[in-house]
Protein backbone atom coordinates (compact mmCIF):
# COMPACT_ATOMS: atom_id res chain seq x y z
CA UNK A 1 0.00 0.00 0.00
CA UNK A 2 0.99 3.33 -0.80
CA UNK A 3 1.62 5.74 1.97
CA UNK A 4 -0.91 8.97 1.69
CA UNK A 5 -0.04 11.08 -1.41
CA UNK A 6 2.82 9.37 -2.22
CA UNK A 7 1.77 8.33 -6.06
CA UNK A 8 0.70 10.91 -8.64
CA UNK A 9 -1.02 9.33 -11.41
CA UNK A 10 -2.45 9.71 -14.72
CA UNK A 11 -6.88 9.20 -15.45
CA UNK A 12 -6.14 6.16 -17.30
CA UNK A 13 -3.60 4.53 -14.77
CA UNK A 14 -6.70 5.24 -12.07
CA UNK A 15 -8.98 3.90 -14.08
CA UNK A 16 -7.59 0.98 -14.92
CA UNK A 17 -6.05 -0.10 -11.47
CA UNK A 18 -10.10 0.69 -10.02
CA UNK A 19 -11.26 -1.28 -13.26
CA UNK A 20 -9.37 -4.38 -12.14
CA UNK A 21 -11.24 -4.52 -9.02
CA UNK A 22 -14.73 -5.01 -10.89
CA UNK A 23 -16.12 -8.14 -12.95
CA UNK A 24 -19.41 -8.73 -14.78
CA UNK A 25 -22.16 -9.86 -12.18
CA UNK A 26 -24.50 -12.88 -12.40
CA UNK A 27 -27.03 -12.95 -15.01
CA UNK A 28 -30.53 -13.08 -13.42
CA UNK A 29 -34.08 -13.27 -15.19
CA UNK A 30 -34.70 -9.36 -15.10
CA UNK A 31 -38.47 -7.87 -16.09
CA UNK A 32 -38.40 -6.51 -19.29
CA UNK A 33 -39.03 -3.12 -18.77
CA UNK A 34 -36.74 -3.59 -15.61
CA UNK A 35 -34.01 -4.59 -17.96
CA UNK A 36 -33.37 -1.51 -19.34
CA UNK A 37 -29.62 -0.64 -19.77
CA UNK A 38 -28.63 -3.73 -18.68
CA UNK A 39 -26.83 -6.74 -21.03
CA UNK A 40 -28.19 -9.74 -22.12
CA UNK A 41 -26.43 -12.77 -20.91
CA UNK A 42 -27.40 -15.37 -23.28
CA UNK A 43 -28.93 -15.51 -27.02
CA UNK A 44 -32.77 -15.17 -27.00
CA UNK A 45 -33.66 -17.01 -30.01
CA UNK A 46 -36.93 -16.43 -31.59
CA UNK A 47 -39.54 -19.67 -31.12
CA UNK A 48 -42.03 -19.26 -33.98
CA UNK A 49 -41.40 -16.76 -37.03
CA UNK A 50 -42.46 -13.18 -37.01
CA UNK A 51 -44.75 -11.92 -38.67
CA UNK A 52 -46.50 -16.19 -38.26
CA UNK A 53 -48.68 -15.34 -40.82
CA UNK A 54 -48.38 -14.20 -44.21
CA UNK A 55 -50.89 -10.56 -43.84
CA UNK A 56 -51.43 -7.35 -45.62
CA UNK A 57 -49.55 -4.23 -44.98
CA UNK A 58 -52.27 -1.96 -46.06
CA UNK A 59 -56.29 -1.73 -45.56
CA UNK A 60 -57.52 -2.53 -48.90
CA UNK A 61 -58.96 -5.45 -50.55
CA UNK A 62 -57.10 -9.47 -51.02
CA UNK A 63 -57.61 -10.21 -54.80
CA UNK A 64 -56.43 -12.73 -57.59
CA UNK A 65 -53.96 -10.31 -59.23
CA UNK A 66 -54.33 -11.73 -62.20
CA UNK A 67 -58.51 -10.60 -61.98
CA UNK A 68 -56.96 -6.54 -61.60
CA UNK A 69 -55.31 -6.99 -64.86
CA UNK A 70 -55.29 -3.91 -67.12
CA UNK A 71 -57.34 -2.33 -64.55
CA UNK A 72 -57.70 1.87 -64.89
CA UNK A 73 -59.80 4.69 -63.98
CA UNK A 74 -61.61 4.29 -67.12
CA UNK A 75 -61.41 0.60 -67.53
CA UNK A 76 -62.11 -0.77 -63.57
CA UNK A 77 -62.57 -3.71 -62.60
CA UNK A 78 -65.61 -5.18 -60.71
CA UNK A 79 -64.84 -7.78 -57.79
CA UNK A 80 -67.32 -9.03 -55.53
CA UNK A 81 -67.09 -8.76 -52.09
CA UNK A 82 -67.34 -12.35 -50.21
CA UNK A 83 -66.51 -11.28 -46.56
CA UNK A 84 -64.92 -8.27 -44.54
CA UNK A 85 -61.99 -9.39 -42.63
CA UNK A 86 -60.13 -7.47 -39.36
CA UNK A 87 -56.79 -8.08 -38.08
CA UNK A 88 -56.96 -11.02 -35.62
CA UNK A 89 -59.52 -13.28 -37.86
CA UNK A 90 -58.29 -16.02 -40.36
CA UNK A 91 -61.02 -16.67 -43.18
CA UNK A 92 -60.84 -20.78 -44.36
CA UNK A 93 -63.12 -20.03 -47.59
CA UNK A 94 -60.71 -19.58 -50.68
CA UNK A 95 -60.91 -16.43 -52.50
CA UNK A 96 -62.65 -17.58 -55.67
CA UNK A 97 -62.02 -15.76 -59.72
CA UNK A 98 -63.83 -12.33 -59.77
CA UNK A 99 -63.59 -12.29 -55.78
CA UNK A 100 -62.52 -9.87 -53.23
CA UNK A 101 -61.93 -9.66 -49.18
CA UNK A 102 -61.81 -6.41 -47.17
CA UNK A 103 -59.52 -6.68 -45.03
CA UNK A 104 -57.53 -4.30 -42.39
CA UNK A 105 -53.81 -3.84 -42.14
CA UNK A 106 -52.70 -7.15 -39.81
CA UNK A 107 -55.28 -9.60 -41.17
CA UNK A 108 -53.99 -12.98 -42.16
CA UNK A 109 -53.73 -13.30 -46.18
CA UNK A 110 -57.15 -15.42 -47.26
CA UNK A 111 -56.29 -18.29 -49.50
CA UNK A 112 -56.67 -17.84 -52.95
CA UNK A 113 -55.53 -14.26 -52.68
CA UNK A 114 -52.11 -13.29 -53.89
CA UNK A 115 -52.42 -9.06 -53.80
CA UNK A 116 -53.49 -6.67 -51.75
CA UNK A 117 -55.34 -3.50 -53.66
CA UNK A 118 -55.14 -0.50 -50.95
CA UNK A 119 -58.47 1.40 -51.03
CA UNK A 120 -57.63 4.19 -52.61
CA UNK A 121 -56.96 2.30 -55.72
CA UNK A 122 -60.79 1.52 -55.73
CA UNK A 123 -64.12 3.17 -55.38
CA UNK A 124 -64.46 2.70 -51.55
CA UNK A 125 -63.64 6.45 -51.37
CA UNK A 126 -65.69 8.01 -53.75
CA UNK A 127 -68.34 6.29 -51.18
CA UNK A 128 -70.68 7.86 -48.65
CA UNK A 129 -69.39 7.45 -44.99
CA UNK A 130 -70.80 4.71 -44.05
CA UNK A 131 -70.91 3.05 -47.43
CA UNK A 132 -68.26 0.73 -47.68
CA UNK A 133 -69.06 -2.28 -49.67
CA UNK A 134 -69.84 -4.53 -47.40
CA UNK A 135 -70.41 -9.00 -48.18
CA UNK A 136 -72.63 -9.24 -51.37
CA UNK A 137 -71.44 -6.00 -52.93
CA UNK A 138 -69.03 -4.99 -55.41
CA UNK A 139 -66.14 -2.99 -55.52
CA UNK A 140 -64.26 -1.65 -58.31
CA UNK A 141 -60.90 -1.67 -58.81
CA UNK A 142 -58.76 1.16 -60.69
CA UNK A 143 -55.59 -0.26 -60.67
CA UNK A 144 -53.50 -3.38 -61.58
CA UNK A 145 -52.34 -5.38 -58.66
CA UNK A 146 -48.83 -6.37 -58.74
CA UNK A 147 -48.42 -10.20 -57.71
CA UNK A 148 -47.51 -9.84 -54.02
CA UNK A 149 -48.21 -6.49 -53.49
CA UNK A 150 -48.85 -4.83 -50.15
CA UNK A 151 -47.87 -8.49 -48.89
CA UNK A 152 -45.95 -8.66 -45.24
CA UNK A 153 -44.98 -12.03 -45.56
CA UNK A 154 -44.11 -15.00 -42.59
CA UNK A 155 -40.83 -14.85 -41.39
CA UNK A 156 -39.72 -11.80 -43.34
CA UNK A 157 -38.42 -9.91 -39.89
CA UNK A 158 -37.36 -13.26 -37.94
CA UNK A 159 -37.17 -16.96 -38.86
CA UNK A 160 -38.07 -19.61 -35.92
CA UNK A 161 -34.44 -20.42 -34.77
CA UNK A 162 -33.05 -17.26 -35.26
CA UNK A 163 -31.11 -15.06 -32.32
CA UNK A 164 -32.63 -12.01 -32.16
CA UNK A 165 -31.07 -10.53 -29.69
CA UNK A 166 -27.38 -11.57 -29.49
CA UNK A 167 -25.89 -12.59 -26.14
CA UNK A 168 -24.36 -8.49 -25.11
CA UNK A 169 -26.53 -6.90 -26.81
CA UNK A 170 -27.87 -3.56 -24.00
CA UNK A 171 -31.07 -3.86 -24.00
CA UNK A 172 -33.18 -0.36 -25.35
CA UNK A 173 -36.45 0.14 -25.90
CA UNK A 174 -36.63 -1.58 -29.12
CA UNK A 175 -35.19 -4.51 -27.21
CA UNK A 176 -37.91 -4.55 -25.40
CA UNK A 177 -39.96 -4.32 -28.15
CA UNK A 178 -38.12 -7.32 -30.01
CA UNK A 179 -38.19 -9.29 -26.98
CA UNK A 180 -42.01 -8.51 -26.31
CA UNK A 181 -42.71 -9.74 -29.91
CA UNK A 182 -42.15 -12.94 -29.24
CA UNK A 183 -43.69 -13.40 -26.01
CA UNK A 184 -41.25 -12.93 -23.43
CA UNK A 185 -42.10 -11.03 -20.22
CA UNK A 186 -38.61 -11.27 -18.76
CA UNK A 187 -34.77 -11.44 -19.90
CA UNK A 188 -31.69 -12.82 -18.69
CA UNK A 189 -29.68 -9.79 -17.96
CA UNK A 190 -26.57 -9.28 -15.97
CA UNK A 191 -27.95 -7.61 -12.50
CA UNK A 192 -27.74 -4.13 -11.44
CA UNK A 193 -24.74 -3.31 -8.82
CA UNK A 194 -25.81 -2.11 -5.65
CA UNK A 195 -23.70 0.77 -4.74
CA UNK A 196 -23.33 1.59 -0.88
CA UNK A 197 -22.95 5.61 -0.63
CA UNK A 198 -22.04 7.37 2.37
CA UNK A 199 -21.16 10.78 3.64
CA UNK A 200 -18.89 11.84 5.67
CA UNK A 201 -17.88 14.97 8.12
CA UNK A 202 -19.32 16.47 11.04
CA UNK A 203 -20.36 19.33 9.25
CA UNK A 204 -22.21 17.50 7.12
CA UNK A 205 -26.73 17.38 7.42
CA UNK A 206 -29.19 15.28 6.16
CA UNK A 207 -31.53 17.02 3.25
CA UNK A 208 -34.78 17.97 5.47
CA UNK A 209 -32.70 18.40 9.18
CA UNK A 210 -32.76 21.90 10.38
CA UNK A 211 -29.70 23.16 9.69
CA UNK A 212 -27.01 24.49 12.79
CA UNK A 213 -24.71 27.10 12.34
CA UNK A 214 -21.39 26.34 10.56
CA UNK A 215 -23.23 22.88 8.89
CA UNK A 216 -24.10 22.84 5.21
CA UNK A 217 -26.48 19.89 3.99
CA UNK A 218 -25.36 17.18 2.65
CA UNK A 219 -25.08 17.52 -1.17
CA UNK A 220 -22.72 14.58 -2.30
CA UNK A 221 -24.63 11.89 -1.19
CA UNK A 222 -27.88 12.25 -3.61
CA UNK A 223 -26.19 13.74 -6.07
CA UNK A 224 -23.63 10.48 -6.58
CA UNK A 225 -26.66 8.26 -5.98
CA UNK A 226 -28.73 10.17 -9.25
CA UNK A 227 -25.49 9.10 -11.07
CA UNK A 228 -25.48 5.50 -9.64
CA UNK A 229 -29.02 5.07 -10.84
CA UNK A 230 -28.80 6.87 -13.79
CA UNK A 231 -25.55 4.51 -15.13
CA UNK A 232 -27.71 1.41 -14.04
CA UNK A 233 -27.03 0.86 -10.44
CA UNK A 234 -29.11 0.39 -7.26
CA UNK A 235 -28.20 3.22 -4.87
CA UNK A 236 -27.99 2.29 -1.42
CA UNK A 237 -28.32 5.05 0.91
CA UNK A 238 -25.77 4.57 4.39
CA UNK A 239 -26.65 7.87 5.84
CA UNK A 240 -24.06 10.68 6.54
CA UNK A 241 -21.38 9.41 9.32
CA UNK A 242 -19.50 11.88 11.70
CA UNK A 243 -15.86 12.44 12.17
CA UNK A 244 -15.52 9.79 14.77
CA UNK A 245 -13.91 5.95 14.80
CA UNK A 246 -16.77 4.55 15.50
CA UNK A 247 -19.87 6.12 13.84
CA UNK A 248 -17.58 5.77 10.54
CA UNK A 249 -16.96 2.25 10.95
CA UNK A 250 -20.59 1.56 11.98
CA UNK A 251 -21.74 2.90 8.50
CA UNK A 252 -19.57 1.39 7.11
CA UNK A 253 -20.34 -2.31 8.06
CA UNK A 254 -24.07 -1.40 6.75
CA UNK A 255 -22.48 -1.11 3.47
CA UNK A 256 -20.72 -4.13 3.35
CA UNK A 257 -23.44 -6.71 1.58
CA UNK A 258 -23.17 -3.98 -1.60
CA UNK A 259 -21.11 -4.63 -4.31
CA UNK A 260 -19.56 -1.48 -4.25
CA UNK A 261 -18.97 1.16 -1.95
CA UNK A 262 -18.49 4.58 -2.27
CA UNK A 263 -17.65 7.53 0.64
CA UNK A 264 -17.60 11.18 -0.22
CA UNK A 265 -14.34 13.26 1.52
CA UNK A 266 -11.52 12.79 4.45
CA UNK A 267 -9.31 11.60 1.79
CA UNK A 268 -7.35 14.87 1.18
CA UNK A 269 -3.89 14.89 2.45
CA UNK A 270 -3.34 16.67 6.11
CA UNK A 271 -6.95 17.29 6.93
CA UNK A 272 -8.57 16.20 10.09
CA UNK A 273 -10.40 13.08 9.30
CA UNK A 274 -10.35 9.46 10.61
CA UNK A 275 -11.53 8.48 7.00
CA UNK A 276 -8.22 7.49 6.27
CA UNK A 277 -7.47 5.87 9.48
CA UNK A 278 -10.62 3.73 9.55
CA UNK A 279 -10.63 2.67 6.09
CA UNK A 280 -6.83 1.15 5.97
CA UNK A 281 -8.37 -0.52 9.20
CA UNK A 282 -10.97 -2.17 8.16
CA UNK A 283 -9.91 -2.86 4.55
CA UNK A 284 -6.49 -2.21 2.07
CA UNK A 285 -7.00 1.18 0.46
CA UNK A 286 -4.46 3.14 -1.65
CA UNK A 287 -4.68 7.28 -1.47
CA UNK A 288 -4.10 8.51 -4.68
CA UNK A 289 -3.18 11.58 -6.41
CA UNK A 290 -4.69 11.93 -9.61
CA UNK A 291 -3.48 14.33 -12.36
CA UNK A 292 -6.90 16.16 -12.65
CA UNK A 293 -8.69 18.99 -12.27
CA UNK A 294 -11.35 19.20 -10.21
CA UNK A 295 -10.61 15.86 -8.05
CA UNK A 296 -7.15 15.32 -7.34
CA UNK A 297 -7.03 13.36 -4.13
CA UNK A 298 -8.55 9.77 -4.27
CA UNK A 299 -8.96 6.65 -2.30
CA UNK A 300 -9.44 3.45 -4.10
CA UNK A 301 -9.55 0.24 -1.55
CA UNK A 302 -11.82 -2.71 -1.13
CA UNK A 303 -13.85 -3.87 2.45
CA UNK A 304 -14.01 -7.63 3.58
CA UNK A 305 -17.60 -8.52 4.15
CA UNK A 306 -18.71 -11.17 6.61
CA UNK A 307 -19.21 -13.46 4.33
CA UNK A 308 -16.29 -13.26 2.70
CA UNK A 309 -16.09 -11.29 -0.16
CA UNK A 310 -13.70 -8.20 -1.30
CA UNK A 311 -15.76 -5.17 -1.63
CA UNK A 312 -14.48 -2.07 -3.70
CA UNK A 313 -14.45 1.22 -2.20
CA UNK A 314 -14.65 4.46 -4.00
CA UNK A 315 -13.13 7.32 -1.84
CA UNK A 316 -14.45 10.92 -3.32
CA UNK A 317 -12.98 13.34 -2.59
CA UNK A 318 -15.26 16.08 -0.28
CA UNK A 319 -15.77 18.83 -2.62
CA UNK A 320 -19.99 18.15 -4.40
CA UNK A 321 -18.14 19.06 -7.85
CA UNK A 322 -14.69 17.42 -7.15
CA UNK A 323 -16.96 14.48 -5.93
CA UNK A 324 -19.20 14.42 -8.94
CA UNK A 325 -16.86 14.93 -11.60
CA UNK A 326 -14.50 11.86 -10.16
CA UNK A 327 -17.50 9.53 -9.98
CA UNK A 328 -17.92 10.13 -13.84
CA UNK A 329 -14.41 9.06 -14.48
CA UNK A 330 -14.18 6.40 -11.72
CA UNK A 331 -17.41 5.32 -10.85
CA UNK A 332 -19.57 4.95 -14.24
CA UNK A 333 -16.54 2.72 -15.90
CA UNK A 334 -16.94 0.31 -12.38
CA UNK A 335 -21.17 0.24 -12.59
CA UNK A 336 -20.57 -0.42 -16.62
CA UNK A 337 -18.13 -3.44 -16.08
CA UNK A 338 -20.46 -4.73 -13.38
CA UNK A 339 -23.16 -4.73 -15.71
CA UNK A 340 -21.41 -6.58 -18.29
CA UNK A 341 -20.79 -2.99 -20.73
CA UNK A 342 -17.94 -2.22 -22.35
CA UNK A 343 -19.18 0.98 -23.92
CA UNK A 344 -18.26 3.37 -20.42
CA UNK A 345 -16.59 6.14 -22.80
CA UNK A 346 -18.17 9.04 -23.23
CA UNK A 347 -18.29 10.81 -26.41
CA UNK A 348 -16.21 13.42 -26.91
CA UNK A 349 -16.24 16.07 -29.68
CA UNK A 350 -13.91 18.71 -31.27
CA UNK A 351 -15.66 22.20 -30.34
CA UNK A 352 -14.19 26.18 -30.10
CA UNK A 353 -13.71 27.69 -26.64
CA UNK A 354 -15.17 31.26 -26.37
CA UNK A 355 -13.18 31.66 -23.26
CA UNK A 356 -9.56 31.68 -22.22
CA UNK A 357 -8.88 28.44 -20.15
CA UNK A 358 -6.04 28.63 -17.92
CA UNK A 359 -4.28 25.52 -16.88
CA UNK A 360 -1.23 26.05 -14.94
CA UNK A 361 -0.63 22.89 -12.56
CA UNK A 362 -0.03 20.56 -15.23
CA UNK A 363 -3.15 18.45 -14.59
CA UNK A 364 -5.82 17.43 -16.79
CA UNK A 365 -8.66 19.97 -16.23
CA UNK A 366 -12.40 19.10 -16.68
CA UNK A 367 -14.22 22.83 -16.46
CA UNK A 368 -17.67 22.40 -16.94
CA UNK A 369 -18.90 24.22 -19.60
CA UNK A 370 -21.97 24.58 -22.40
CA UNK A 371 -21.50 23.37 -25.93
CA UNK A 372 -23.82 24.55 -28.86
CA UNK A 373 -23.59 23.90 -32.04
CA UNK A 374 -23.23 26.94 -34.13
CA UNK A 375 -24.79 28.37 -37.47
CA UNK A 376 -22.00 27.40 -39.11
CA UNK A 377 -22.68 23.74 -38.33
CA UNK A 378 -19.25 23.69 -36.05
CA UNK A 379 -19.42 23.00 -31.92
CA UNK A 380 -18.61 25.88 -29.58
CA UNK A 381 -17.84 25.53 -25.44
CA UNK A 382 -18.34 28.64 -22.95
CA UNK A 383 -17.51 27.83 -19.69
CA UNK A 384 -20.32 27.87 -16.92
CA UNK A 385 -18.58 30.15 -14.99
CA UNK A 386 -16.37 29.94 -11.63
CA UNK A 387 -14.69 27.00 -11.61
CA UNK A 388 -14.61 26.45 -7.66
CA UNK A 389 -14.54 23.15 -6.86
CA UNK A 390 -17.35 23.69 -4.42
CA UNK A 391 -19.48 25.64 -6.80
CA UNK A 392 -21.70 23.11 -7.78
CA UNK A 393 -24.48 25.16 -9.70
CA UNK A 394 -21.93 25.39 -12.39
CA UNK A 395 -21.91 21.92 -12.91
CA UNK A 396 -25.62 21.87 -13.10
CA UNK A 397 -25.67 24.65 -15.74
CA UNK A 398 -22.92 22.10 -17.98
CA UNK A 399 -23.69 19.58 -20.61
CA UNK A 400 -19.99 19.31 -21.30
CA UNK A 401 -16.23 18.96 -19.55
CA UNK A 402 -13.48 20.43 -20.92
CA UNK A 403 -10.51 17.81 -21.91
CA UNK A 404 -7.50 20.24 -21.80
CA UNK A 405 -4.47 18.40 -21.29
CA UNK A 406 -2.51 18.11 -18.50
CA UNK A 407 0.88 19.89 -20.24
CA UNK A 408 -1.24 22.67 -22.25
CA UNK A 409 -1.04 25.68 -20.27
CA UNK A 410 -3.77 27.85 -21.54
CA UNK A 411 -6.28 27.18 -24.22
CA UNK A 412 -7.11 30.86 -25.85
CA UNK A 413 -10.46 31.76 -27.17
CA UNK A 414 -11.16 30.59 -30.27
CA UNK A 415 -8.66 27.59 -30.03
CA UNK A 416 -10.27 24.19 -30.41
CA UNK A 417 -10.52 21.88 -27.95
CA UNK A 418 -12.00 18.67 -26.68
CA UNK A 419 -15.02 18.34 -25.05
CA UNK A 420 -16.51 15.48 -22.93
CA UNK A 421 -20.28 15.29 -23.29
CA UNK A 422 -21.96 14.73 -20.50
CA UNK A 423 -25.65 14.19 -21.46
CA UNK A 424 -24.91 11.88 -24.54
CA UNK A 425 -24.64 8.17 -23.80
CA UNK A 426 -22.96 7.32 -27.25
CA UNK A 427 -20.91 8.88 -29.72
CA UNK A 428 -23.42 10.84 -32.34
P1 LIG B 1 -12.91 17.06 3.02
O1 LIG B 1 -12.53 16.10 1.94
O2 LIG B 1 -13.56 16.39 4.18
O3 LIG B 1 -11.78 17.95 3.39
O4 LIG B 1 -14.03 18.00 2.38
C1 LIG B 1 -13.73 18.94 1.38
C2 LIG B 1 -14.82 19.97 1.30
O5 LIG B 1 -16.00 19.34 0.81
C3 LIG B 1 -15.22 20.58 2.62
O6 LIG B 1 -15.49 21.95 2.38
C4 LIG B 1 -16.46 19.86 3.01
O7 LIG B 1 -17.30 20.62 3.85
C5 LIG B 1 -17.11 19.61 1.66
N1 LIG B 1 -17.96 18.45 1.70
C6 LIG B 1 -17.61 17.24 2.15
N2 LIG B 1 -18.64 16.38 2.05
C7 LIG B 1 -19.66 17.08 1.53
C8 LIG B 1 -21.00 16.74 1.19
N3 LIG B 1 -21.46 15.51 1.39
N4 LIG B 1 -21.81 17.69 0.68
C9 LIG B 1 -21.32 18.96 0.48
N5 LIG B 1 -20.06 19.31 0.78
C10 LIG B 1 -19.23 18.40 1.30
MG1 LIG C 1 -14.26 16.58 6.10
Keep these: MTPPGESMISVEEARERILSFFERLDAVPTPLLDALGQVVAEDVVAPFDIPPLDNTAMDGYAVRS ?28 PVGPGEAVRIMTGAAMPPGADAIVP ?15 TRGDTVRVFKAADPQANIRFRGEDVRAGQAVIPAGRVIRASEVGVLSSIGLTEVSAYRRPVVAILSTGDEITAPGEPLRPGAIYDANAHGVAALVKKYGGTPKLLGIARDTVEDLTAHIREGLSADMIVTSAGVSRGDFDVVKDVLAREGAIDFWTVRMKPGKPLAFGAFRSPDGRSVPHLGLPGNPVSSVVSFELFGRPAIFRMLGRSDWERPTLRAITRDRVVNSDGRRFYARCIVT ?19 LTSMS ?9 EDLPAAEPGDE ?11 P
Excluded: C
Design 66 to 93: ADTAGASENAPRELRVIADLAAGYLLDT
Design 373 to 391: KGEDGRYYADLTGPQGSGI
Design 119 to 133: FEETDEPLRDVGQAP
Design 397 to 405: AANALTVIP
Design 417 to 427: IEVMMLDWDHA
